[in-house]
Structures are given as structure tokens and as C-alpha cells.
């Protein structure tokens, strides 16, 4: 018998999604994704992005506090690990997530560790296929598979990811190790010269890395870049290393000439902010669901999450290459749900 709902993706978007659909009675599935070295290599493990940050601080409902009890009542043992880790903060990515996904279970979200890597989308119901070899059939399916941070691929990067290197500004910017300290911002499109000029309210200085002579940016946003005094701009350069240690995260980075003269400089910073772009996670969806330029899900009707297959519907940074946060990406699933449960009224399902 086909499932009312499946969900694809397992970051706010999807939770939030399970948990109005859940509530609704339409007994979602939600596919988290696999663990396999593979997602740990492209940052697409179950839980999303955010289960790759620390500190949450703009999440409505978690002011800085201790947790700790309330994260063991809430949680199933198997997590009580979070309890003991937490550092009275508020909430981290982590623990908001398992959050999540603690309460899409307890009104009745069934769970598959498992990826969808194809789908069929001609006919009702539609039909996914997971890597695991299951076959599912779906009279509505809500993707939320998200999109993942490009970074350097440097050593170095990965090793010091959440210890001062990151991909967003708007979610660490303000933390007290960056404070009135030196970051760097890679990258000389609009999102970098945004991300610098952001950071330049908490940082003592900060450094946009560009490997040419002059910024990709809109004019307007690169003169803003320029005008800015506490906006440097490392011309014909890379990040060659990040520099640090076990104790303190990133020290700094080293830079390295894109002139070809071998030069280079190492240059002190408490973090790194990488702003070359995201990939959406949609490449299982090419050819079945219409897509932006940039692979992007599109958003066919306005102010709705419907997608260019009816019964399609999209939430989260899977279709939302501009804001990218939390909050918007748990708002547009529960918009997303709504879509689908009042889909599934109209169809007399």
C-alpha cells in the first residue's frame, strides 16, 4: 500500500515536516540518509548541517542555559552522550537536531537510515528506490535533502572545521572566539563580500582571500567591500594551509601567490570562513523535478512549496539558495506539509 508521505532529508526542514504530517495522521517516512564514509565525505550524514555546528544562538526558544537535564528526560539514552557534552550554552546543532527527530518519533515518524537514490515521478504513486534495495511507493513526497557547503578540500580545513573554520557567517559570526579577533573570508562573489562585511561587525579586522586582481561581486557589493576600513583584501591569493592547534582550533591561515612567484604569508586569524558556495543535494532528482541554473529545486507557485511534479513538494535549503538558515528552512517545512496534507485532501487521499 503506498505511503501518504514520505520525507526525503533529515535537517529542520524534513523534522518539521515530519512532525506536522505526523500529527495530521498522514504516518510519514522519513528517509534520514545512510551512515556511510561517502556522506561523511560530502557532509550528508543524517541530521543535515547542522548537526555539523556547535553553538545555536539564533534559534527562537533556547537561550543560553544548562540543558543537561532536560536533554537526558527528552532523549532516548543512546544520546544522553549530549547531555554530558553540553556546556550550558544553549543549544548546539547536535542537540537541536536529535531534538527534532526525538519529537517527529514520538508523534509517530517512522525512520529509515537509509538514502534514496532514485525516483519515478511519471505516475501515481510515485515510486522511490533507496540504496538498500527498497522499493517504496509515495501519494506525496516532500524532498528536504538540503544543500551542503563547498569547501578547499584542504586537509588542514577538515581538521579544524567547528574549531574556527566554517561556512556561515550569520550562524558563528557572532560567537566569542571571534570576537574583536582577525578572520578570514575566502571567496570574491557576493556571499564573500556579504560574509565579510557581516563579520566585520565582530572581528577586530578581516581578510578577504580572492585568488584574482579584482572581486566576482556586483559592483555595488565590491565597492562595499573596498569602502569598508575593516574589510583587507588579500589580492592574487589562496589559502594554502589553515594553521593551528589541538587546544585552540585555528590560529591562522597560510596564503600562498596565485601569480606564480611562490610567495608566501601566514597571516594570524582566530577563524575561517569559506564563502565559495553550496551544492544542493539534488543530483539523485536531475531530469525528474525542474531546477534552477544552479540545481536548485524551483518553487512553482508562489508562496507555496509545490515543484513541477504535482504531489511534489520542496522545503529547505534544497530550494532556498538565499537565506539558508534554520529557522527558514524548519518554516518552509512545515509550509510543505500543509501543501502536502491539504494535496492529499483535494485528491481524496
Keep these: 500500500m503506498a505511503e501518504h508521505v514520505v520525507i526525503i532529508g533529515s535537517g529542520p526542514a524534513g523534522w518539521t515536516s515530519a512532525i506536522y504530517t505526523a500529527r495530521a495522521n498522514l504516518c510519514p517516512i522519513v528517509f534520514e540518509g545512510a551512515i556511510t564514509e561517502e556522506n561523511r565525505q560530502v557532509g550528508t550524514l543524517p541530521l543535515g548541517q547542522l548537526a555539523l555546528t556547535t553553538e545555536v544562538e539564533n534559534f527562537p526558544g533556547f537561550p543560553k542555559g544548562d540543558l543537561s537535564h532536560y536533554l537526558r528526560s527528552a532523549l532516548d539514552e543512546e544520546n544522553h552522550y549530549l547531555a554530558d557534552m553540553h556546556h550550558g550554552e544553549g543549544c548546539s546543532g547536535p542537540e537541536l537536531m536529535h531534538l527534532m527527530r526525538k519529537q517527529a518519533k514520538n508523534f509517530g515518524t517512522r525512520i529509515e537510515t537509509d538514502d534514496i537514490v532514485k525516483v519515478d515521478f511519471s505516475k501515481r504513486p510515485f515510486v522511490l528506490h533507496s540504496a538498500s534495495g527498497q522499493r517504496i511507493e509515495a501519494q506525496s513526497v516532500i524532498i528536504a535533502t538540503g544543500a551542503r557547503a563547498n569547501y578547499l578540500g584542504l586537509p588542514s580545513e577538515d581538521l579544524y572545521k567547528n574549531r574556527g573554520v566554517s561556512a556561515c557567517a550569520v550562524c558563528d559570526g557572532a560567537l566569542p572566539r571571534f570576537r574583536n579577533k582577525p578572520l578570514v573570508v575566502v571567496g570574491g562573489g557576493d556571499s564573500a563580500v556579504e560574509e565579510a562585511d557581516y563579520l566585520s561587525k565582530f572581528g577586530s579586522v578581516v581578510y578577504m582571500i580572492h585568488r584574482r586582481d579584482q572581486l566576482r561581486a556586483s559592483k555595488i557589493m565590491a565597492d562595499r567591500a573596498i569602502a569598508n576600513p575593516k574589510i583587507d583584501i588579500q589580492w592574487n591569493t589562496e589559502v594554502d594551509e589553515v594553521i593551528g592547534d589541538d587546544a585552540t582550533g585555528v590560529k591562522g591561515v597560510r596564503l600562498k601567490s596565485t601569480t606564480g612567484d611562490g610567495k608566501t604569508i601566514d597571516l594570524d586569524a582566530t577563524g575561517m570562513f569559506v564563502a565559495i558556495g553550496h551544492t544542493p ?67 481524496g487521499l
Design 281 to 347: 543535494n539534488t543530483r539523485f532528482l536531475e531530469g525528474h523535478l525542474e531546477m534552477t541554473s544552479k540545481k536548485y529545486l524551483k518553487w512553482t507557485v508562489p508562496f507555496r512549496t509545490n515543484t513541477s511534479v504535482e504531489g511534489v513538494f520542496a522545503a529547505g535549503d534544497v530550494a532556498d539558495d538565499y537565506y539558508r538558515q534554520a529557522i527558514t528552512a524548519a518554516g518552509s517545512g512545515c509550509m510543505a506539509a500543509i501543501d502536502a496534507e491539504r494535496w492529499l485532501a483535494s485528491q
